[in-house]
């Protein structure tokens, strides 16, 4: 079996574990970061890094497998026939939860005030606790539920809402665009963990920002054209919204110049909120490899239509 990794700034990370798990599921393979012939290629494993644009010449290959979990940079590419493949894995959710649950506490808690108390005023307001705060998560798929979860296990009352309606034990369940307005409406907390799609393009406009109560925070570690950029600029202008606080961008680096950087109710992360994570990423990557050549239906397959 030839497998392509193309992904070759990334290969530095997998060239020892990718052939251990591969072992480990009994499976023989060589991998290369460049095809001398692609029609001999089985697998590619894919990140938005790739050089690689044209898929026609795999004529034998049998799934692309990305490395990230976000798949809008291939997920339209007109020569891509093979089945595609996105990562869902346990350690991406762990990452995302942790930067979730710690960005949403900074906010609950008004840690700034206390960590940047530039006037050392001696104020013992306490926030609300958790219970009083409701959170809207935007996408309750594989990160979104795992961070609505344990959201709710701190006692946040948690919104979720999503594309098709979903009924999970515990959480209020929502989809729709009326889904959407009850969700933000008492929003004290959005967190966007949506696929970027032309659905969800600027899904958070100047009309549904102005759903939510005033004062709001919101997180987006989903992607940055789920927001509109000036809709957000003026709600946080006129107070809608008290803070954003932001890890992905419509174009990433986000430029030196760009007004999010320097705003004083933005906090930029640089797109780490959830890193794919070689370890438990190999085995993602081989366990669908092994279901291929097993003939079994392969996992976390995009649908090429909705885009995720
Ligand atoms: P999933 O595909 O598992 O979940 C996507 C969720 O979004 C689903 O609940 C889906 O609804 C919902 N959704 C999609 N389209 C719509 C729509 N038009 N209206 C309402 N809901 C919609 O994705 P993941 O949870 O794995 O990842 C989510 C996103 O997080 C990725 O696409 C990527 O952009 C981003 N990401 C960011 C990272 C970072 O480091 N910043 C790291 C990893 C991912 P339904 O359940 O009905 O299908
Ligand atoms: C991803 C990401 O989609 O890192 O995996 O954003």
């Not at 393979?29 to 795999?58: E, G, K, M, R, W």
């Not at 979730?100 to 307001?125: C, E, F, S, Y």
């Not at 932001?246 to 780490?272: G, K, M, N, S």
Request: hydrophobic content about 45%; some cysteine.
């Amino acid at each position: 079996m030839l497998i392509l990794f193309a992904a070759p700034a990334l290969w530095a990370d997998y060239a020892t574990i990718l052939p251990e798990a591969l072992a480990e599921a009994g499976l023989s393979a060589q991998i290369v970061t460049a095809a001398a012939d692609p029609a001999l290629v089985d697998y590619i494993i894919y990140a938005p890094s790739a050089p690689l644009q044209d898929f026609t010449p795999f004529t034998r290959c049998k799934a692309v497998l990305s490395l990230w979990a976000g798949v809008e940079r291939i997920v339209g590419n007109a020569t891509l026939t093979q089945p595609l493949t996105r990562m869902v894995d346990p350690s991406l959710a762990e990452g995302m939860v942790e930067w979730v649950v710690g960005h949403a506490l900074r906010h609950h808690l008004g840690m700034d005030r206390h960590i940047l108390n530039p006037t050392q005023i001696w104020d013992p307001t306490c926030p609300p606790l958790a219970r009083q705060r409701p959170v809207a998560m935007l996408g309750m798929g594989a990160l979104g539920l795992a961070c609505a979860r344990a959201l709710q296990a701190l006692n946040f009352p948690v919104t979720g809402w999503s594309r098709a309606p979903k009924s999970i034990a515990g959480l209020t369940c929502l989809s729709g665009p009326d889904g959407l307005a009850q969700a933000l409406s008492t929003a004290a907390i959005v967190v966007t963990l949506l696929p970027r799609t032309p659905q969800t393009e600027n899904l958070l406009n100047a009309q549904t920002l102005s759903y939510l109560p005033k004062g709001a925070f919101i997180l987006n570690p989903g992607r940055g054209p789920l927001i509109d950029d000036d809709a957000l600029l003026a709600a946080l202008a006129s107070g809608q919204v008290a803070h954003a606080t932001l890890d992905v961008f419509r174009t990433e680096p986000l430029p030196q110049d760009h007004p999010f950087w320097a705003h004083p109710q933005i906090t930029v992360t640089p797109h780490i909120a959830a890193d794919t994570r070689p370890h438990s990423a190999a085995r993602v990557l081989v366990e669908n490899i092994r279901r291929a050549e097993g003939g079994e239906p392969l996992l976390h397959l995009v649908d090429r239509v909705l885009g995720y």
